[in-house]
């Protein structure tokens, strides 16, 4: 089993920035895709981005390309979301999922096996 837990959650004014960190542990999270979702009430749990193993492929979503950037450490088994120029609508829990899929870079949330607590971001406008 892989185990994830988010931080660097939080509450900055529009504009803004935050950097968010995912550490994995268990299983060969290291081999695994990794991706960043993000949900509000009542709303379906959309795609953010998502990067493989290597880092090599990266997909980010067109509601946050130019301002979000994903990247992974594996020595560190950490993933992070770096977060420019926040929104008032990026407002939500940000999930961190692993995929065991090799290949398979996921834009879709049923696509991913494991999933962090999520940690809450809050925008002000």
């Known amino acids: 089993q892989v185990q994830l837990v988010e931080s660097g959650g939080g509450l900055v004014q529009a504009g803004g920035s935050l950097r968010l960190s995912c550490e994995a542990s268990?299983?060969?999270?290291?081999?695994?895709?990794m991706g960043w979702f993000r949900q509000v009430p009542g709303k379906e749990r959309e795609f953010v981005a998502a990067?493989?193993?290597?880092?090599?492929?990266?997909h980010t979503a067109d509601s946050v390309k130019g301002r979000f950037t994903i990247s992974r450490d594996n020595a560190k088994n950490t993933l992070y979301l770096q977060m420019n120029s926040l929104k008032p609508e990026d407002t939500a829990v940000y999930y961190c999922?692993?995929?065991?899929?090799?290949?398979?870079?996921?834009?879709?949330?049923?696509?991913?096996?494991?999933w962090g607590q999520g940690t809450q971001v809050t925008v002000s406008s």
């Open positions: 268990g299983g060969s999270s290291s081999t695994y895709t």
């Open positions: 999922a692993a995929d065991p899929k090799i290949l398979r870079v996921g834009m879709n949330h049923y696509e991913y096996e494991y």
């Open positions: 990067i493989s193993w290597s880092g090599l492929t990266r």
